[in-house]
T-cell receptor
């Protein structure tokens, strides 16, 4: 089954404790991205990757890091999480920029 | 003016009603337009995709794009309780790589 998977689905952590949210897709897509979704603000792109070893900032990159060492994986790293990073996070992938984006199920992160 | 404006609702209609969801945008460079549907606790899923002005129909759903007015619409005929979800408009290309700009979403509730 073609899908984007994210782990964990739910995470409660404390300020400053480094965490990684994993994202994996099995569709051989070139393009992957991370979004955060907040009430009243909608979906905002954090980082994106056009291919292996090629990543760039989206609209709200501060406090986040990503890596793309393999085509299928695109982890999101929060090296020192803060409460304002409490949000619902989605990973997405697509074959090209103007193609349908396939979203993962989401990771709900709470930073205390 | 924000690049994409979408009334967040909520919108409540009885089963069988015709629903109209709308977005306006300011960037005349946008070429492709999408509607995503997001059920509670799920990731967005593509519902409709249009690449130019005009109408596109798929079952009970019709997407309409008016580039001259910078206005897109999604019509749902014979609405069903299963249509209750948040509907996100999206369009692009944005600057290189960020692909899509999303509206904030309209929450629809269809009562039986």
């Amino acid at each position: 089954e073609a899908q984007v998977t994210q782990n964990p689905r739910y995470l409660i952590t404390v300020t400053g404790k480094k965490l990684t949210v994993t994202c994996s897709q099995n569709m051989n897509h070139e393009y992957m991205s991370w979004y955060r979704q907040d009430p009243g603000l909608g979906l905002r792109q954090i980082y994106y990757s056009m291919n292996v070893e090629v990543t760039d900032k989206g609209d709200v990159p501060e406090g986040y890091k990503v890596s793309r060492k393999e085509k299928r994986n695109f982890p999101l790293i929060l090296e020192s999480p803060s409460p304002n990073q409490t949000s619902l996070y989605f990973c997405a992938s697509s074959n090209d920029l103007d193609d349908e984006q396939f979203f993962g199920p989401g990771t709900r992160l709470t930073v205390l | 003016q924000k690049e994409v404006e979408q009334d967040p609702g909520p919108l409540s209609v009885p089963e069988g009603a015709i629903v109209s969801l709308n977005c306006t945008y300011s960037n005349s460079a946008f070429q492709y337009f999408m509607w995503y549907r997001q059920y509670s606790r799920k990731g967005p899923e593509l519902l409709m995709y249009t690449y130019s002005s005009g109408n596109k129909e798929d079952g009970r759903f019709t997407a309409q794009v008016d580039k001259s007015s910078k206005y897109i619409s999604l019509f749902i005929r014979d609405s069903q309780p299963s249509d209750s979800a948040t509907y996100l408009c999206a369009m692009g290309p944005n600057q290189a790589g960020t692909a899509l700009i999303f509206g904030k979403g309209t929450t629809l509730s269809v009562s039986s």
